[in-house]
């Protein structure tokens, strides 16, 4: 299966700040898409990386908070724009697997904390 | 819109105890089921999924899971776990399109196993 690097893997950012989170897969995949995991809480989807065109976000989620970037089939970006203390939480990088639809490939995810 | 339920929240169990986690899931059609694990400072990883046929189903790690159709249930099982089953599980759903879907994720259990 594909091998995700999300980079940073933690960080401490000061409310209002901006940060981007960098995904790279060590291979060509269709589907990427962003998750945040805020404490105690499961996993939801925040958008789909679209390569080539503006990503799909998810109801709740809007362009201006969390802009992304898709410029070829390895690489992504999520930027968690303007920071509150809500936003602190880990954000996941996914790719779907080329064996099959659906089946999903996580990266280790990268740590907020917005103080 | 699906949703995913896991009605145990945090579960505590001795090494060789039998293990059944609950995910009842909401949506009506035909639909593509996970269970991921996620153990202690690692990433997400698959543990097993159903797409169609048995309604039984092997994973990784002498896991299992059944489907209940009419239960709307993947309730993920083992007869004997260990100490290393000490991890954070999630049950997923998607519809099945035949393409790329979004996963819904349940809140997650927290499996711990004492010696």
């Known amino acids: 299966s594909a091998v995700i690097s999300q980079k940073p893997s933690r960080d401490i950012c000061q409310r209002g700040t901006s940060l981007t989170i960098q995904c790279q897969v060590d291979s060509q995949v269709t589907m990427m898409f962003w998750y945040r995991q805020q404490p105690g809480q499961s996993l939801t989807l925040i958008a789909t990386?679209?390569?080539?065109?503006?990503?799909?976000?998810e109801s709740g989620f809007v362009i201006d908070k969390f802009p992304i970037s898709r410029p070829n089939l390895t690489f992504s970006t999520l930027t968690v724009s303007n920071m509150s203390p809500e936003d602190s939480s880990i954000y996941l990088c996914?790719?779907?697997?080329?064996?099959?639809?659906?089946?999903?490939?996580f990266g280790a995810g990268s740590r907020l904390t917005v103080l | 819109a699906q949703s995913v339920s896991q009605h145990n929240h945090h579960v505590i169990l001795s090494e060789a105890a039998s293990l059944e986690l609950g995910c009842n899931y909401s949506y009506g059609g035909t639909v593509n089921l996970f269970w991921y694990v996620q153990y202690p400072g690692q990433h997400l990883q698959l543990l097993l999924k159903y797409f169609s046929g048995d309604p039984l189903v092997k994973g990784i790690k002498g896991f299992e899971a059944e489907f209940i159709k009419s239960k709307f249930s993947f309730n993920l099982r083992k007869p004997s776990v260990q100490w290393s089953d000490t991890a954070e599980y999630f049950c997923a759903v998607t519809r099945n399109t035949g393409t790329a879907s979004k996963l819904t994720f349940g809140t997650g259990t927290r499996l711990q196993v004492t010696l």
């Open positions: 990386a679209n390569q080539g065109s503006e990503a799909t976000y």
């Open positions: 996914s790719v779907q697997q080329s064996s099959g639809a659906n089946v999903l490939t």
